[in-house]
């Protein structure tokens, strides 16, 4: 079964500085990666994903996660943090007909 | 931007009560899906909902748990007896037909289920 870990429950930066979450995947086949933001009482919204093709990904609100092989790494980044992207975030493995969840990274930005 | 829609948003029973946990996925969407995250855990998958069939379902669904698509539109997760230990978000999620990793899931807002 495919599996991914996120390193840190907790991240905080502040205001401006640059946004790294963690991600690494345990596959054995090329993988499908995704990315998603849970807000405070909301659901779970994608902000990117990795299929095939480029590995470099842009996803929503100028989150983008580059997929490096050679890791077995699909890490998060933002260049410049902003208050509204404070939120739990969710590493994801498509695995056979179902996404299978990391253990999220709470993000806190501070002004 | 079509949504798919959770109710009740928060439902406290005592254990031992039946629970139905209701959900309208995205209108031209044919798989279904719940997942539930207990507070401070990850997000688990529970089953998977297609053709009015289960495709898969995880260990943690079993006898007391169902699912139904009763009508065109709802899709329902039944909790025949609830135990403490249920007390969690549960989340449903639908996607499209086509290869199945390009259809992401779109997931509601939840339902806070709390077993007393």
């Known amino acids: 079964a495919q599996s991914v870990t996120q ?17 690494n995947y345990s ?11 849970q807000y405070p009482n909301q ?23 580059e997929f490096k092989k050679s890791e077995t790494s699909f890490h998060l980044t933002k260049p410049s943090a902003h208050m509204s992207d404070a939120a739990e975030y969710f590493c994801a493995v498509w695995d056979t007909d179902k996404l299978i969840f990391g253990t999220g990274t709470r993000l806190q930005v501070f002004p | 931007e079509p949504e798919v829609t959770q109710t009740p948003s928060h439902q406290v029973t005592q254990m031992g009560q039946e629970v139905i946990l209701r959900c309208v996925p995205i209108s031209n969407h044919l798989y279904f899906y719940w997942y539930r995250q207990i507070l401070g855990q990850k997000v688990e998958f529970l089953v998977s909902f297609y053709n009015n069939e289960i495709s898969e379902k995880s260990e943690i669904f079993d006898d007391q748990f169902s ?46 289920l709390t077993v007393t």
Not at chain 1, 7 to 23: I, P, Q, Y
Not at chain 1, 27 to 37: A, D, M, Q
Not at chain 2, 73 to 98: H, P, Q, V, W
């Open chain 1, 7 to 23: 390193l840190g429950s907790h991240v905080s930066v502040s205001e401006g500085a640059l946004v790294l979450l963690r991600c």
């Open chain 1, 27 to 37: 596959s054995s086949v090329p993988p499908y990666l995704f990315w998603y933001v």
């Open chain 1, 43 to 65: 659901g779970l919204q994608l902000l990117l994903k990795y299929t095939t093709g480029a590995t470099l990904v842009k996803g929503i609100n100028g989150f983008e996660a």
């Open chain 2, 67 to 112: 699912v139904e698509r009763p009508d065109g539109s709802n899709f329902t997760l039944k909790i025949r007896s609830t135990k403490l230990e249920d007390s969690a978000m549960y989340f449903c999620a639908s996607r499209t037909t086509g290869i199945s990793y390009n259809s992401p899931l779109h997931f509601g807002n939840g339902t806070r």
